[in-house]
Antibody, heavy 116, light 106 residues
Framework: EVQLVESGGGLVQPGRSMKLSCAAS????????MAWVCQAPKKGLEWVAT????????YYRDSVKGRFTISRDNAKSTLYLQMDSLRSEDTATYYC?????????WGQGVMVTVSS | EIVLTQSPTTTAASPGEKVTITCLAS?????MYWYQQKSGASPKLLIY???SLASGVPDRFSGSGSGTSYSLTINTMEAEDAATYYC?????????FGSGTKLEIK
């Protein structure tokens, strides 16, 4: 059974950093691209970033370029999202998703609140 | 950025009724993906590559379309189908979602 379990969320002040993790199991992690998708409270879904199966390629939405870094450790079957210079508009639930013919599996999500 | 416009924004259907949700893209896309999100839950992939049913999805769901116009159809509405539905494209970076269609049961 495919499982994606996010961790690392919480309350953080504007301008500070936070790192999210996503532990994957139930599939061969290093065969799949992975992504982060976020959802602000009561709002729709927004793609954040994607990383290729081997980590050689990364893609970001413009609003997070230069502030967020997606990475992976295939030996640990874990996906990461390093978020720097956080802004109030980054407040959202962040989902880890397998990026294969769409986002075919999703984690339960982790809440990130950026507030002073 | 390709903007996806969904309609209707909200709708309600009776059990057994047919429901169609449309998604218009601001530029042509090669395929469309559809997701279902129930209240308090993570999104779930329903349709990939415009018309292929994801694993475990009931066959009352179907997708169609091409170019800039796509649709998701629920052939016979069931109470468990009450949710918000999103279309999504990955023909062009950034990979955008529609703003969602909230479907309620009458």
């Amino acid at each position: 059974e495919v499982q994606l379990v996010e961790s690392g969320g919480g309350l953080v002040q504007p301008g500070r950093s936070m790192k999210l993790s996503c532990a994957a199991s139930g599939f061969t992690f290093n065969n799949y691209d992975m992504a982060w998708v976020c959802q602000a409270p009561k709002k729709g879904l927004e793609w954040v970033a994607t990383i290729s199966y081997d980590g050689s390629s990364t893609y970001y939405r413009d609003s997070v370029k230069g502030r967020f870094t997606i990475s992976r450790d295939n030996a640990k079957s874990t996906l990461y999202l390093q978020m720097d210079s956080l802004r109030s508009e980054d407040t959202a639930t962040y989902y880890c998703a397998r990026h294969f013919w769409g986002f075919d599996y999703w984690g339960q999500g982790v809440m990130v609140t950026v507030s002073s | 950025e390709i903007v996806l416009t969904q309609s209707p924004t909200t709708t309600a259907a009776s059990p057994g009724e047919k429901v169609t949700i449309t998604c218009l893209a601001s530029s042509s896309v090669s395929n469309m993906y559809w997701y279902q999100q129930k209240s308090g839950a993570s999104p779930k992939l329903l349709i990939y590559s415009t018309s292929s049913l994801a694993s475990g999805v009931p066959d009352r769901f179907s997708g169609s379309g091409s170019g800039t116009s796509y649709s998701l159809t629920i052939n016979t509405m069931e109470a468990e189908d009450a949710a918000t539905y999103y279309c999504q494209q990955w023909s062009s970076n950034p990979f955008t979602f529609g703003s969602g269609t909230k479907l309620e049961i009458k």
